[in-house]
């Protein structure tokens, strides 16, 4: 069984690869962002330390359950503080996601398992990977992507890109790059020619 990071720049089409992936392979997929999700659930690991962190204001009207829009504004603005939450909710990510690749292991059905986030390389997921894969769009693709699909401005799109990794650090730390730049049949056919190219044990393509 194969480990394999998918990763790429917001509004890149990560879980379209990923949903194409499930149809060509037997395998399992971890998104991050799920995983992390479960650790601030009131119940969550991480819960009560983001909560001491950035106080009652990031609540929902329950005031129990965090509201991630209004916990991405507060760290959004404060790098510092992103800092101190990201340093108590990625640990307790990683561990999780180590949890489901041994119990994917321990089944011995899969081929692959796929983890994906925007930010593995930085967070760390070379310790857990076999090797990355970077979903490539050009960023002018990627900006009409997200205002199209999630409403976002312009200055918005520019402003995540900004703070992520550039295309050319994507390109160094990854063993494959995923061309998601045109139709979904032609996306098919790059990753069987990866695929391929895996099970023939040959250098990447």
């Not at 392979?25 to 969550?44: E, F, H, L, M, N």
């Not at 760290?75 to 041994?102: G, N, Q, R, W, Y």
């Not at 205002?147 to 703070?163: E, P, T, V």
Request: proline residues 1%; charged residues 30%.
């Amino acid at each position: 069984m194969r480990v394999i990071g998918v990763t790429g720049g917001v509004g890149a089409g990560k879980s379209t690869v990923l949903d194409a992936l499930s149809g060509l392979t037997s395998c399992i997929i971890i998104r991050t962002d799920d995983v992390a999700k479960q650790t601030i659930a009131p119940d969550g690991a991480a819960y009560k330390q983001v909560v001491g962190l950035l106080g009652k204001e990031v609540l929902e009207d329950d005031g129990i359950t965090i509201d991630r829009r209004k916990m991405a504004a507060v760290i959004f603005a404060d790098k510092e503080l992103c800092a101190k939450v990201d340093s108590v909710i990625h640990p307790l990510t990683m561990l999780e996601v180590k949890k489901k690749i041994a119990e994917a292991e321990k089944k011995g059905i899969y081929e692959y398992v796929f983890v994906e986030a925007a930010l593995l390389i930085e967070a760390g997921y070379d310790s857990i990977c076999e090797e990355f894969w970077y979903v490539y769009v050009p960023e002018e693709e990627r900006i009409k992507r997200l205002m199209s699909s999630r409403g976002y401005s312009r200055k918005k799109c520019l402003d995540i890109m900004a703070n992520q990794l550039s295309d050319e650090e994507f390109r160094k730390h990854c063993r494959y790059v995923i061309d998601n730049s045109s139709d979904s049949q032609t996306l098919i056919g790059r990753l069987e020619a990866v695929l391929k190219e895996i099970k023939s044990g040959g250098d990447r393509i």
